[in-house]
């Protein structure tokens, strides 16, 4: 080789491996780097877990485990950090990566171990303890673990035999203990949820459904039963609230669209009846509920709702019969319904037969001793029913006791002009429509004084002065105050005015 090319040669090599040091000294450089900056993370996340600060000492893991792949300790300690937020499910691959890169790490496999235990997997469970004995036999945790799977396993194999019996009572108790044991396990949870629902116990089913969702990756199938349960329980807003979450996960999935426009529809008109209560358009919120039981007559809940305030919208609106027998019926479908109860109270009050309303009132107050309402209602029906059997106005006069003014005036002109003692020769015919006449009177006077009449409704005659206060005052005809007897005593001779 020629002199000038041999040392351009030399040259070039040269060159090279100078480029070559300089980049191995800027990697090392680099690495050093990033080593310092991978302590940094895994310092920072141990002082802020130990601070309660699980996100952020996560984030500094996170950063931990993308700096170094390799490391098993990183992995193992971001599963820790998973574990204390509750993320089991994140935790177990972490755990799976350490035991991987360092089979022998026993800490971690007793860690994955009782995972796996609580999510039901018995048998890989058994695998970590046993690897956990192996390697170090006198450890007591991964022996009382070993034993709990092995129990497990029994208790599980008891239950699917009950549950193949048909034995739902014997399902639940089996299934008692493998919940308990391994809470995580959605199979099991299911299986329970099946049989209570089976019981009719709806509201046990929907405490082991829950849990389902979060267990199960796209659980539309949880969210779908969940608000089904919740729907026959006449909880149509949970209802709503759980179908929505299916629709979330797709809103394309047909069962769940079509219960949730049945849902949709039948919150609507619930909603609105109540708001038309709420107006005191009471003839329009009946109509509202009859709708209801249309939109849904296969739950008994809407029907029984229904019929329970159709009953009060009945009552309010003073319709006394037609309440008497919707609140006849919802009390049949609810026994111990107070507000069916008070309202039908009400209407037998309305409808004058006061000892029914009376009745009602009592076995109300025997279903809920504290309402005041249900207290002071007991009271005004007891007073009504003694006022009924010594002297009531509205039967005196024959009207209502939702007549108004003009009806009140118009039955006493009716009466006066019949019962006025001018129209009577005979003496004792004479003192027997002084008598009605005084009556007629006084029931005028009361019914068409807006005060006297509230008081005498709330079962306090306002005539009466054994019901005043201080209890004296002169007494007229028939135990009446004087100042109402027209005629006073001895013979009489006057012009009635009808007014």
């Known amino acids: 080789m020629e002199p000038g090319r041999r040392k351009g040669l030399s040259g070039v090599l040269s060159s090279l491996s100078l480029l070559c040091v300089v980049l191995d000294l800027q990697l090392d450089a680099v690495l050093g780097a990033s080593h310092v900056e991978i302590e940094q993370h895994l310092e920072m996340g141990r002082k802020l877990l130990a601070a309660g600060q699980l996100a952020e000492a996560l984030s500094h893991y996170h950063s931990a485990v993308e700096g ?23 935790a177990l691959p972490d755990l799976s990566k350490a035991i991987e890169l360092k089979p022998d790490f026993l800490a971690a496999r007793l860690q994955r171990g009782n995972i796996l235990l609580k999510q039901g997997n018995t048998q890989e469970a058994r695998q970590d303890f046993e690897a956990v004995l192996h390697g170090n036999p006198s450890n007591e945790e991964a022996q009382e673990q070993l034993a709990r799977a092995e129990e497990l396993e029994g208790q599980a194999e008891e239950a699917r035999q009950a549950h193949r019996r048909g034995d739902c009572q014997g ?8 919940i308990e044991l391994s809470p995580w396990d959605p199979d099991a949870r299911e299986l329970r949820a099946e049989c209570f629902i089976q019981l009719g116990q709806l509201q046990k089913a929907i405490q082991d459904l829950t ?5 199960r990756n796209d659980n539309r199938a949880a969210y779908l039963q969940l608000s089904q349960l919740h729907y026959r329980l006449g909880e149509h807003e949970q209802s709503l609230s759980q179908v929505r979450e299916c629709l979330r996960l797709d809103q394309d999935d047909k069962e769940c669209f079509l219960h949730y426009k049945q849902v949709k529809k039948l919150s609507k008109q619930l909603g609105s009846a109540e708001e038309l209560i709420s107006e005191n358009r009471y003839q329009e919120a009946i109509d ?12 008994p809940y809407y029907t029984t709702r229904a019929k329970e305030r159709i009953c009060h919208c009945l009552a309010l609106s003073q319709q006394a019969r037609e309440a008497i027998d919707v609140c006849s019926e919802a009390h049949q479908r609810d026994p111990r319904n107070v507000f069916v109860l008070r309202d039908r109270a009400e209407a037998f009050i309305l409808n004058e037969e006061y000892e029914k309303g009376v009745e009602d009132y009592q076995e109300a107050r025997e ?14 029906a007891q007073k009504l029913l003694k006022q009924s059997r010594k002297r009531d106005y509205y039967k005196i006069l024959g009207v209502h006791r939702n007549a108004n003014k003009q009806e009140i005036i118009k039955a006493y002109r009716k009466l006066a002009h019949q019962w006025h003692p001018d129209n009577f020769q005979n003496e004792a015919d004479k003192k027997e429509a002084e008598k009605r006449f005084i009556d007629i009177a006084s029931a005028k006077e009361v019914l068409t004084d807006p005060e006297m009449r509230q008081k005498f409704d709330a079962g306090e005659d306002p005539l009466d002065p054994e019901s005043q206060q201080g209890g004296g005052g002169g007494q007229g005809h028939g135990g009446w105050p004087f100042e109402f007897n027209p005629f006073g005593s001895g013979n009489f001779h006057f012009k009635f005015q009808y007014n």
Do not use: H
């Open 68 to 90: 170094d792949s390799k490391n098993y300790l990183t992995y193992y300690k971001r599963a820790a950090v998973f574990l204390a937020m509750g993320k089991s499910k994140s």
């Open 171 to 178: 399902t639940v108790s089996a299934m008692e203990k493998v």
């Open 211 to 215: 849990p389902t969702t979060r267990l």
């Open 288 to 299: 509202k509920y009859e709708a209801v039981m249309k939109t849904e007559p296969t739950v």
């Open 367 to 380: 279903l809920d001793a504290d309402s005041q309402e249900l207290r002071e209602g007991l009271d005004r």
